[in-house]
């Protein structure tokens, strides 16, 4: 998945940079696991909030959260997006690039706020399959290629959409 990324990121020289990371599932640990193996500065990750789940409703902690966690990363688990407090916590790591992978959509005030723009992984053919299940809708409806992944680069001067097939 990530070719396509360091693709975008030897464009313009951004290994230097400090990153913020947006995931939830174990699809989107793997994204952030090749973005530290690669050397990248993530400076914070953020998440869903801890829920109770299972029958016991036990605390749940989101597979990000934990590898963020083992790797000793400042996690965020705002409830809402737009909380002010959440934001000024944003803006403290001073990131210049975003990487969301697997989270819900971000508000403007979020997406534009590092300087480098936000790049959005998604696992599927988009705008085809986006939603809960778009590997699972992907194999349902007998698509061929199924293990691709689009990368959109939005920054403040130009907009990059780059596509990569295992």
């Known amino acids: 998945m990530i070719c396509c990324g360091r693709q975008y990121f030897q464009e313009f020289n951004c290994s230097n940079y400090a990153y913020n990371f947006y995931g939830y599932p174990d699809f989107a640990v793997e994204s952030l696991k090749a973005l530290l193996e690669s050397g990248y500065n993530v400076v914070a990750v953020v998440t869903t909030p801890d829920k109770p789940a299972g029958r016991g409703q036990k605390i749940h ?9 083992q790797h000793n990363i400042p996690v965020l688990q705002p409830e809402k997006l737009r909380n002010p407090e959440f934001l000024e916590q944003l803006k403290s790591y001073n990131a210049d690039i975003q990487v969301v ?9 979020v997406w534009n706020m590092p300087p480098m723009g936000t790049i959005n992984v998604h696992a599927s053919l988009l705008p085809q399959y986006r939603g ?20 959109q680069a939005a920054t403040r001067n130009r907009y990059r959409s780059y596509t990569a097939v295992k």
């Open 61 to 69: 902690q989101s597979p990000v959260k934990v590898f963020a966690t």
């Open 101 to 109: 992978v697997a989270f819900r959509m971000l508000p403007e005030v």
């Open 132 to 151: 809960a299940a778009p590997i699972n809708h992907t194999i349902i409806n007998g698509e061929k290629r199924i293990r691709r992944h689009n990368v």
